[in-house]
């Protein structure tokens, strides 16, 4: 007879390789059995139970047979997950938005609304925010899934154990209890967390299974300016969950005051508006807050595309103080790569060129200490992809919460 501690201790260890089996998946792409029962130290025979229970739960699904098979070649798996969805939301200045992702991180449903946050209370937008989540939430359902999470990015200082947004600067928002007024809307259907924008961002940008996306530095560009440090693949918090705050080095003393309060801030010098400023007159269209960021931005790369002097000095001249601050953060860090997101990836490519010169010449290391500049991909859906994936991380970490399903036709066996 088993013992309740001895049945517990097994639920336990079942679990966590399940979560083992169901990672290396996400990490590594299709496997055979042999060949996941090889890199996890597991058995076959285990590892065969564990797949079995993964299909029933709707997260793996029969991939073909394994190419480049040394031997007889077996049938591999890879996830599935078409029944699960992480929801990702942010809240910035200019706009909110969601996102959601099934477990193989394909897009399922994605939207956005424009407003201007610091014109409206709090309660407002967040009760546009719920909109749109219960929209998405609805997305998903009618595609045969279950959201199993929400993660919110905000603007600002997040306090995570309280889900509180201590100060948004860019916002003009102080001790907002985010989390709750969230959970109040949206009710009890899927856990809410609260996290810092930036950080979310850089959960996206820090691919898991890319070896050249382990230690990075991301840089998140939008009315602001924060970012986060990912060290051997994790991401680096601080000690109350602050870090990231780049935007806030001082770099100009005697420069312009900043939405913090404070003088010559790295985000008065390299954020959207210091940009704008430069590039054009209070009348240009392109100043106006009522056009949506994107087609600002794309005006901004069509004037510099056709060689106006003006656009081009002023992409050069934020360049330059995005370099400068980013040789800082590289002379600590010695990241392997140092990812521009939000709308430095948007113009980066007018950008580029100032920015290396000048981190390589603020860098005490030669060559930069090896870091490269690159461009993100994912531009101003970095921050509410991330918030998508951090929400399926609880999956990832126990599949068993997801409930078990009959065996699909044509499921891994």
Not at 317 to 342: F, H, T
Request: proline content about 4%.
């Amino acid at each position: 007879m088993v013992h309740t501690a001895d049945a517990t201790d097994q639920l336990s260890v079942r679990r966590s390789n399940l979560a083992a089996v169901l990672r290396q998946l996400r990490d590594r792409g299709p496997r055979s059995r042999a060949t996941l029962a090889a890199e996890t130290g597991l058995t076959r025979g285990a590892v065969s139970s564990l797949v079995a229970e993964l299909v029933e739960r709707g997260l793996v699904r029969s991939a073909g047979v394994e190419r480049g098979a040394v031997g007889r070649p077996g049938t591999s798996v890879e996830l599935d997950g078409r029944l699960v969805a992480g929801l990702g939301a942010e809240i910035n200045v200019n706009h909110v938005s969601t996102l959601a992702l099934d477990l193989r991180g394909e897009v399922l449903s994605r939207h956005e609304v424009g407003l201007d946050a610091r014109a409206l209370p709090a309660e407002e937008v967040l009760a546009r925010l719920a909109e749109l989540v219960e929209r998405t939430a609805g997305d998903v359902r009618k595609r045969g899934a279950e959201p199993v999470g929400l993660t919110v990015g905000v603007a600002g200082l997040v306090d995570r154990e309280r889900d509180l947004l201590t100060h948004g600067p860019n916002l003009g928002w102080r001790d907002v209890p985010v989390g709750d007024l969230l959970r109040d809307r949206l009710g009890p259907t899927y856990p809410v967390v609260i996290d810092n924008e930036g950080n979310l961002a850089t959960v996206a940008e820090a691919t898991p299974g890319d070896p050249e996306r382990q230690d990075v530095l991301v840089i998140f560009g939008e009315v602001g300016v924060g970012g986060g440090i990912v060290a051997e693949g994790r991401l680096l918090r601080g000690r109350l969950g602050y870090a990231g705050e780049f935007g806030h080095m001082i770099v100009e003393p005697q420069g312009r005051r900043c939405g913090c309060g404070r003088v010559g801030c790295w985000e008065t010098v390299a954020g959207l508006r210091a940009l704008l400023d430069l590039a054009a007159d209070p009348d240009d269209p392109v100043r106006d807050p009522d056009l949506a960021i994107d087609d600002r931005l794309a005006e901004l790369n069509r004037r510099a595309d056709l060689g106006d002097t003006r656009t081009l000095d002023a992409l050069a001249q934020v360049g330059g103080w995005v370099g400068a601050g980013a040789a800082v953060l590289v002379n600590a860090l010695n990241p392997a790569a140092v990812v521009l997101s939000g709308y430095f990836a948007a113009v980066g490519q007018h950008m580029r060129a100032a920015v290396e010169t000048r981190l390589r010449d603020g860098v005490l290391a030669p060559d930069a200490g090896g870091t490269r500049i690159e461009l993100s991909r994912l531009g101003f859906s970095a921050a509410v992809r991330g918030g998508a994936t951090r929400s399926l991380e609880s999956v990832f970490a126990d599949p068993a919460r997801v409930e078990r399903r009959a065996t699909p036709e044509g499921a891994a066996r």
